[in-house]
């Protein structure tokens, strides 16, 4: 008789998977998405960093290590605003509320990034904040605050994100310009070493243009309110047509339209034929092409800071001797020739007056409109407000002679803005179009004489014109023009999406424990502890209103870093050397 304990079964069928009662959808048991192999992942263990990239108007939040942040979300979601903006309150009551109810805000946002979107304990993980170069040190300190104080973080590391931008792309020499929301900014970084008194930047940025397209929308956008009734025959929406109301197009909705549907076309060269087929004054051929028209375009952005009564009078007119009113119909027929995107329609809710439950308004936006929304990006001449290329160019007048073309050669885009379709083709042109030489001056003096060539500012970076390459250009245009350098370069980095790629280099500096200055909690407790006095302790001691300035990283008053470290020296070299 066989022992039971020595018999065994064979099985013809293959073995099946296992079933488990895991929840769908839980995040405590799988793996890491981004990742097939096996390594430890972050949600086994506390040894991978929280890295945050806490813009004003778009937070990025994930594990380092990973390819993507884990969660994206507006930092305001009811009104997709700004936490902070340009300017700050002169008066200190004023100014103190601000300060203390964007603590709050930011408390609100840091809490639910650890507690809604990472699922991790705070006081077990250290974090990465990408910090913008520009990013004033009152908002550091509150980010500091709230991490250290309330959220109890082990400690923060404060990153460059330009830095971060050049290291997700393996590379560590370089100019970078992140467009992001409030402004756009041009830092050229040598050997992992960010050249800060070099930095340039321009508000031409995201909120720029959203104002921009809300102005666009506002005199040559169209709106049909929803139908009267559904018992009876509506006229068609030809026949509905009417001005855009300015209390329809908020800033969800501008946002919307934005990133949806406008796009960046090519340049319009001056050879195009834009002459009218009528002689009405003032003609197609009388606009400017170059930076004059930007004049033109800064009208269109003011039309939205006016309110709705002084809108009507600034719509375009048909009229050809209207004034200025025929001028911006002059220029919008000169874009209307030249586009082929089509109108689109889209569903808006109606004003407050029209809201009686037939229906939504139809928001017509002319295909123009889209294609031709971020000229205001490009078109500067302004001291202030310089466009995007002009701020590249004047970085690269500022750094040393012999780093010029390097820098050409190495240029990264970053920021949400960049995500425009086109925008970074359109951007190398405009490098290109912008450091041409200026033509001569069409008129004459008083006298007779030919009045003295415009000031040529950039004729000293003229020859760099065949080295310019733009890293992740993704259809980099080749010529016989062009350097090696410029060809090897153009278009050769990973792929990563330009709104995301600062985040995707704090996630590799976590991974190899790298980053910024690091500040420890421990650190932060003794700057802020509470002096003992021999008479009595104020509460006042216990947190001062100004944080010490060796805790805080800030660029303007600590010296530079010290970058990457030297190459070291080969023993054929230290041979020599010696001998």
């Known amino acids: 008789m066989e022992s039971p304990v020595t018999r065994r079964t064979v099985s013809t069928t293959p073995a099946a998977t296992p079933s488990t009662t895991r929840v769908a959808g839980s995040h405590v048991l799988q793996a890491s998405p981004h990742y097939t192999t096996t390594r430890r992942h972050s949600l086994y263990g506390t040894e991978d960093r929280v890295v945050i990239d806490p813009g004003s108007r778009i937070w990025k939040a994930g594990f380092s290590g990973e390819g993507k942040p884990r969660d994206v ?10 936490l902070w903006s340009l300017t700050r309150a002169s008066d200190p009551a004023t100014r103190a509320e601000q300060d203390r109810l964007l603590e709050i805000a930011i408390e609100r946002r840091l809490r639910s990034v650890f507690h809604e979107s990472l699922l991790t304990d705070p006081k077990s993980r250290k974090v990465i904040l990408v910090e913008h170069p520009l990013l004033p040190l009152y908002i550091k300190e509150i980010f500091a605050r709230v991490l250290f104080g309330n959220l109890q973080v082990p400690s923060i590391s404060f990153a460059s994100s330009h830095l971060l931008s050049l290291l997700s792309v393996g590379r560590i020499t370089g100019l970078v310009v992140d467009c992001g929301h409030l402004e756009a900014t041009a830092l050229p970084i040598f050997a992992a070493r960010p050249l800060y008194p070099h930095l340039r930047t321009t508000p031409l940025a995201g909120s720029r243009l959203a104002s921009h397209l809300r102005a666009l929308l ?75 028209a930007a004049m033109s375009e800064s009208e269109f952005s003011r039309a939205s800071d006016v309110p709705e009564s002084a809108t009507s009078s600034q719509q375009p007119s048909t009229d050809p001797g209207s004034g200025s009113d025929s001028y911006l119909q002059a220029l919008a027929n000169l874009y209307m020739r030249h586009s082929n995107a089509t109108d689109i329609q889209l569903r808006v809710v109606p004003p407050v007056a029209q809201q009686m439950g037939t229906g939504r308004g139809t928001l017509i936006i002319p295909g123009w409109v889209r294609e031709r929304a971020a000229e205001v990006l490009f078109e500067g001449g302004d001291v202030d407000e310089s466009s995007v290329a002009e701020v590249i160019l004047d970085s690269l007048l500022k750094v040393p002679i012999d780093l010029r073309r390097t ?3 190495s240029i990264l885009v970053a920021g949400g803005t960049a995500m425009l379709p086109g925008f970074i083709p359109r951007l190398h042109a405009e490098l290109l179009r912008a450091i041409e030489p200026p033509g001569p001056p069409r008129q004459l003096s008083r006298d007779g004489k030919p009045l003295l060539p415009p000031y040529d500012r950039y004729a000293g970076l003229r020859p760099l014109i065949p080295y310019f390459a733009i890293l992740n250009n993704p259809s980099p245009q080749v010529s016989t023009s062009s350097s090696e350098r410029a060809v090897a370069n153009a278009g050769k980095v990973p792929a990563f999406s330009p709104a995301v790629i600062a985040w995707v280099g704090g996630s590799l500096a976590g991974a190899l424990k790298t980053g910024g200055a690091e500040i420890a909690r421990e650190k932060w407790d003794e700057a802020f502890a509470p002096q003992d006095d021999d008479d009595e302790v104020t509460a006042s001691t216990a947190r001062p209103e100004q944080p010490s300035k060796d805790i805080l990283p800030d660029w303007t008053r600590t010296p530079l870093s010290v970058g990457a470290p030297p190459a070291a020296k080969s023993p054929s070299t230290q041979a020599t050397v010696g001998a």
């Open 73 to 82: 979300f507006y930092a305001d979601s009811v009104d997709l605003g700004s």
């Open 218 to 292: 506002l005199l040559f956008g169209k709106y049909a309110p929803p139908p009267t009734s559904l018992s009876v025959i509506n006229p068609p929406l030809v026949d509905r047509l009417t001005r855009v109301p300015q209390e329809i197009l908020s800033d969800a909705l501008i946002e919307d339209i934005k990133t949806r549907c406008c796009f960046v076309s090519n340049v319009l060269e001056a050879n195009h034929d834009i002459r009218a087929p009528s002689p009405a004054p003032p003609s197609e051929a009388d606009i400017p092409l170059g930076s004059d």
């Open 407 to 409: 820098m050409a050669t």
